[in-house]
């Protein structure tokens, strides 16, 4: 009796297995390929102008969007801290790509792309970006009013 079960139990494990490995799989998570918004210089009046990408944002999280923005500037990588109420906190351990090597215009247009894309979330208004002071870019909380010079 117990040679029955054992051969049994084995036959069964791999089944159970398979049958684990696709239940943890995330079903239907939307994957963000770019950001919501991305900056571009408009030619003809010589402005940056903040381009929306993204339409439909059902399911997609601040780490989502925080993934995205990492992906497209790999030299500056941005961690989530945490959320509190409608603020969501930012953590850049080494900012010295953000502030001291792409400009001013560099970085105001990272932290606009950030700042639009984390608060096209319904419940999110700021951002706030903690990192070290350098000369093109000062962390603090931010939200759209503060890149009312990008159109």
Same mark, same amino acid.
């Given at each position: 009796?117990?040679?029955?079960?054992?051969?049994?139990?084995?036959?069964?494990?791999?089944?159970?297995?398979?049958?684990?490995?696709?239940?943890?799989?995330?079903?239907?998570?939307?994957?963000?390929?770019?950001?919501?918004?991305?900056?571009?210089?408009?030619?003809?009046?010589? =402005?940056?102008?903040?381009?929306?990408? !993204?339409?439909?944002?059902?399911? &997609? #999280?601040?780490?989502?969007?925080?993934?995205?923005? /990492?992906?497209?500037?790999?030299?500056?990588?941005?961690?989530?801290?945490?959320?509190?109420?409608?603020?969501?906190?930012?953590?850049?351990?080494?900012?010295?790509?953000?502030?001291?090597?792409?400009?001013?215009?560099?970085?105001?247009?990272?932290?606009?792309?950030?700042?639009?894309?984390?608060? =096209?979330?319904?419940?999110?208004?700021? !951002?706030?970006?903690?990192?070290? &002071? #350098?000369?093109?870019?000062?962390?603090?909380?931010? /939200?759209?009013?503060?890149?009312?010079?990008?159109?």
């Amino acid at each position: 009796m117990t040679f029955i079960y054992s051969c049994t139990s084995d036959k069964k494990a791999p089944v159970a297995e398979t049958h684990d490995s696709i239940a943890t799989k995330p079903a239907d998570k939307p994957v963000l390929d770019s950001l919501p918004w991305n900056t571009i210089y408009n030619e003809q009046t010589h =402005e940056l102008v903040l381009k929306h990408h !993204v339409g439909d944002m059902t399911g &997609v #999280g601040q780490e989502d969007i925080i993934k995205a923005l /990492n992906k497209k500037y790999p030299d500056i990588q941005m961690e989530f801290v945490s959320a509190k109420g409608d603020t969501v906190i930012t953590r850049i351990k080494d900012a010295f790509q953000l502030t001291q090597n792409i400009g001013t215009a560099g970085a105001e247009t990272y932290m606009a792309e950030a700042t639009y894309s984390l608060t =096209e979330i319904p419940t999110i208004k700021e !951002v706030t970006f903690e990192f070290e &002071v #350098g000369d093109h870019a000062m962390p603090g909380t931010y /939200n759209r009013a503060d890149f009312k010079n990008f159109k």
